[in-house]
């Protein structure tokens, strides 16, 4: 026999089952929009608090670059300083030098070594003088040489003197140079 089924039951079913995947969709879309919500916040709230470092990091920065600046400009300062003290005790020992050095001469000089002229220009004495033998200006220039003022001591010429003799003696003249030391 053939049975007839006026009940729309199937239909229902399929209601009832699409109403189900609606909500169930709809459900899903609510909670993939609630975290992509949540998502957005948080990446907010994180690129708030960086733009806050960048901020802070910034000001920090100017501070260490004023410091800088100071401390260049101290810098800067110390140097000249140094450079003025520098010109300052290089006058002290200008003014005292020479003295110094013309005493050092005095005690170098042999007796029988007679200086004739001396005559510094830029740190470079060029001296002139007669002896009795070639033996004293050796003696004179090697006392020279010990001393610490006279640096890098050349003999330019001995020879005999034109004028007459002393007691008998031919005098000897002589030319040296040498660099001048007074920084000491």
Request: glycine residues 4%.
């Amino acid at each position: 026999m053939i049975r007839i089924n006026l009940l729309p039951v199937r239909a229902a079913k399929k209601k009832q089952a699409g109403i189900h995947q609606v909500v169930l969709m709809g459900v899903l879309i609510l909670f993939v929009v609630v975290v992509m919500a949540m998502v957005v916040t948080v990446l907010k709230a994180e690129r708030a608090k960086l733009e806050k470092e960048i901020v802070h990091t910034q000001g920090e920065l100017q501070k260490l670059e004023q410091i800088i600046g100071e401390v260049n400009q101290y810098s800067a300062t110390k140097a000249m300083l140094e450079s003025k003290l520098k010109v300052i005790e290089d006058l002290k020992k200008g003014r005292t030098g020479p003295v110094k050095v013309l005493d050092e001469m005095a005690q170098k000089i042999p007796k029988k070594v007679w200086l004739v002229k001396m005559e510094e220009k830029d740190k470079l004495l060029q001296i002139a003088g007669e002896a009795a033998t070639d033996e004293d200006i050796a003696a004179f220039m090697q006392d020279l040489q010990k001393s610490p003022y006279f640096q890098d001591l050349r003999l330019k010429f001995t020879k005999i003197a034109e004028r007459a003799d002393q007691g008998g003696m031919k005098i000897k003249t002589f030319e040296m140079e040498c660099q001048v030391n007074y920084a000491i």
